[in-house]
Structure formats: C-alpha cells, structure tokens
C-alpha cells in the first residue's frame, strides 16, 4: 500500500507544480515597452518626395568594428528601430547574414540619399553574400517585411541625424 500512496503522492505534487500561478495583467495595467534591440544614436526618415514614409531610431554603424558586427547574435528588431552602416564613400556593397538569427531587409542607399535597391527577406544565419544593385553609402538593416509594408522602392530618400553626443 504504501507504494500507491508515494505514488499518489508524487502525482499531486507534480500537479500542484504544473498550475500556472501568475495572475494575468488587468486591462488596466500598463504593457512593459520591449527592451531595444539597438543603442539610440539617431534618426532616420524615409521619404518619397515630400512625404515623409516613416521614421525609425537608429544605431550608427561608422567604424570597421561596429559595421563587421552590425546585427549579429542580436534579437529582431522592433518595427521602429534599424541599423544604419554609414561608409566613406559610394561603391558597390554587400552585405551577408552570418550570425545574425532574424531576418532583415537590407536597403542600400546612394551617396545621393537615395534608395538604390532593396534586398528583401534575407536568410537568417546565411553566408551568402547580397549585393547592392548600384554604388551605395549608406546601408540600411530593418526587419524583415518592413520595405514591403512601407511600400518603400529604389528612388525614395533617407535623411538622417545623429544625436548629441551625452555630456559626462
């Protein structure tokens, strides 16, 4: 008997131990805001003709090291936030998704501002290289689909800004 018992025993405990016992969120509780996925160095707006598209904060990739990193290892990003890759001229650029768990849209742009063409949907993980259509300055990273639901196309143009520098 005493075997049934142990066992009936483990079996209300195990039990016990599957019951959820977070109380849900009321309505009125404010949603926690996703932690960034980027550091906050800017903005930048897309615009076709004199319609601003959207516009996203940004991480500002300048150096060897920052660009060489870009996105790696790092959760996707939020519908408001991209990287943007700043070069010191315009040639041609390609970029690959080594690393890198989400995918991306890649909008190359010209030293112009505009936008010269746009790789969509990349492969997460990918060592394939993707290539810019045309010479490009600037890149830009968003989520995947991102281009699609903003009905961005080659021709539409970024203006960007840095943000001041934190006082120490």
């Known amino acids: 008997m005493r075997p049934t018992l142990l066992v ?8 016990a131990g599957c019951q959820k016992t977070e109380t849900p ?16 160095d800017g903005t ?8 601003t598209v959207a516009t996203l904060i940004v ?3 300048d150096t060897d090291s920052s660009r060489m990193r870009g996105l790696m290892e790092r959760p996707p990003l939020a519908d408001t936030e991209a990287m943007l890759f700043v070069f010191d001229r ?6 690959w998704m080594a690393n890198t768990p989400s995918p991306l849209d890649i909008i ?3 030293a112009d501002s505009a936008v010269v063409s746009i790789a969509k949907y990349t492969k997460p993980f990918s060592t394939d290289q993707i290539p810019s259509e045309g010479a490009a300055q600037f890149v830009v990273e968003v989520r995947a689909g991102w281009a699609d639901a903003k009905g961005l ?3 539409d143009k970024i203006a960007w800004t840095r943000n001041a520098p934190p006082m120490v």
């Open 108 to 110: 190359y742009v010209g």
């Open 90 to 95: 315009a040639e041609p650029q390609a970029f």
């Open 59 to 61: 991480e500002i990739a």
């Open 153 to 155: 196309v080659p021709g």
């Open 8 to 15: 009936a025993a483990a079996l209300v405990l195990s039990a």
């Open 25 to 40: 969120p009321s309505p009125d509780t404010p949603a926690v805001a996703p932690t960034p996925v980027i550091r906050n």
């Open 44 to 51: 930048l707006t897309f615009r076709r003709d004199s319609t």
